[in-house]
């Protein structure tokens, strides 16, 4: 379990940086609305990250940082930028699936209780990502459309959800 528990935290921190190399490539097309729509979800995927490594302390296990693996730096327009996120979202929600297989295996109580805060958040991790999708793709990634959506994706702000759920 503990295993489990330290490869999440290495995969939130991958899905971290991600984000915010979305962020960069999103700021350097002159589209800061998505920018920092990205920089929250980095900020987000940080409190994953410290979330899963303070349960492990909280347990008593031995929590293990380890090397983050390049993530890709350039994508083909914002509807790829978007598609790759959701792609990306539905491989975490695999793998919080795959660590409550194992709690539920070795009768892990604790650690499925814990799990289930991250079983919620991928739900709607998924559906913000796919609203977003639907209206790149209903305005086809471009034009005046995009101008109005980067002006509401402006307007996210991070709040630590981590912190309010407990
Ligand atoms: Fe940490 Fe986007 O799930």
Known sequence: ?????????????YSALLYL???????????PGFANWMYIQYQE???HANKFYNYVVERGGKAEIRAIEQMP???????????????????????I??????????????TQSFLKWFVDEQVE????????????????????????LD???????FVDETQAAG
């Open 1 to 13: 379990m503990l295993e489990a528990l330290n490869s999440q935290i290495n995969a939130e921190q």
């Open 21 to 31: 190399s979305m962020s960069a490539y999103f700021n350097e097309k002159g589209l």
């Open 45 to 47: 995927e940080l409190s």
């Open 73 to 95: 730096t350039e994508w083909n327009g914002i509807i790829e930028v978007f598609e790759a996120t959701l792609e990306h979202e539905q491989k975490v929600t695999g793998m």
């Open 97 to 110: 699936d795959s660590l409550m297989d194992v709690a539920v295996e070795v009768s892990d109580h604790a």
């Open 125 to 148: 991790e998924e559906a913000n990502v796919m609203e977003i999708l639907d209206t790149l793709k209903l305005i086809n990634g471009q034009g005046n459309g995009i101008f109005m």
């Open 151 to 157: 002006r509401e994706m402006r307007q996210r702000v």
